[in-house]
T-cell receptor
Framework: AQTVTQSQPEMSVQEAETVTLSCTYDTSESDYYLFWYKQPPSRQMILVIRQEAYKQQNATENRFSVNFQKAAKSFSLKISDSQLGDAAMYFC??????????FGTGTSLTVIP | DAGVIQSPRHEVTEMGQEVTLRCKPI?????LFWYRQTMMRGLELLIY????????DSGMPEDRFSAKMPNASFSTLKIQPSEPRDSAVYFC??????????????FGPGTRLTVL
């Protein structure tokens, strides 16, 4: 089974600053998809950004962007101009041919006013 | 669309009681997933359905857990009898295509279950 590792249980960032959350994964597949989900205190899991492994271009959604390094099996999330509403748990997820999502253990992000 | 709907949002019960969690997926989504989230184990996939048929239930912890999907718009996860270690947040998610196709899973708000 694939594994997804988020090595930072907790991170903090000053409001308006930039923060990067790390994610690595282990797979032998060449075609797969990677996701970042946000889980605020309301518990709702919300998709932040999605990356297709066959695309070299890094995905971007407004203030959120990824640094996808396929050879290194790394998929980090960069949040620019951090806002108080960005405070949440962030989960990295992998989806390959196995018809399952594999989630990391999450990173709790605190935004300091 | 209203998104994935789960009920109840909170459930408190006593050990030994039967618990039924409910989910309504997004209309038109052929895949439905049940997850359990705990501090110790994170997000775990319990079971998923394709077109109402259970495809993989290898994540179901034991026979006390059962899931059904009688039609395309409704699924239940039942725990009988419930135990304190079942306390967790249970999520339902749905998607149009299988995860291997890169489709996003849309999650419901979850049910927080507390078994006393």
């Amino acid at each position: 089974a694939q594994t997804v590792t988020q090595s930072q249980p907790e991170m903090s960032v000053q409001e308006a600053e930039t923060v990067t959350l790390s994610c690595t994964y282990d797979t032998s597949e060449s075609d797969y998809y990677l996701f970042w989900y946000k889980q605020p205190p309301s518990r709702q899991m919300i998709l932040v950004i999605r990356q297709e492994a066959y695309k070299q271009q890094n995905a971007t959604e407004n203030r959120f962007s990824v640094n996808f390094q396929k050879a290194a099996k790394s998929f980090s999330l960069k949040i620019s101009d951090s806002q108080l509403g960005d405070a949440a748990m962030y989960f990295c997820a992998y989806a390959g041919t196995g018809n399952q999502f594999y989630f990391g253990t999450g990173t709790s992000l605190t935004v300091i006013p | 669309d209203a998104g994935v709907i789960q009920s109840p949002r909170h459930e408190v019960t006593e050990m030994g009681q039967e618990v039924t969690l409910r989910c309504k997926p997004i209309s038109g989504h052929d895949y439905l997933f049940w997850y359990r989230q705990t501090m110790m184990r994170g997000l775990e996939l319990l079971i998923y359905f394709n077109n109402n048929v259970p495809i993989d239930d290898s994540g179901m912890p034991e026979d006390r857990f059962s899931a059904k999907m009688p039609n395309a718009s409704f699924s239940t996860l039942k725990i009988q009898p419930s135990e304190p270690r079942d306390s967790a947040v249970y999520f339902c998610a749905s998607s149009l295509n299988p995860p291997g196709g890169g489709d996003t899973q849309y999650f419901g708000p979850g049910t927080r279950l507390t078994v006393l």
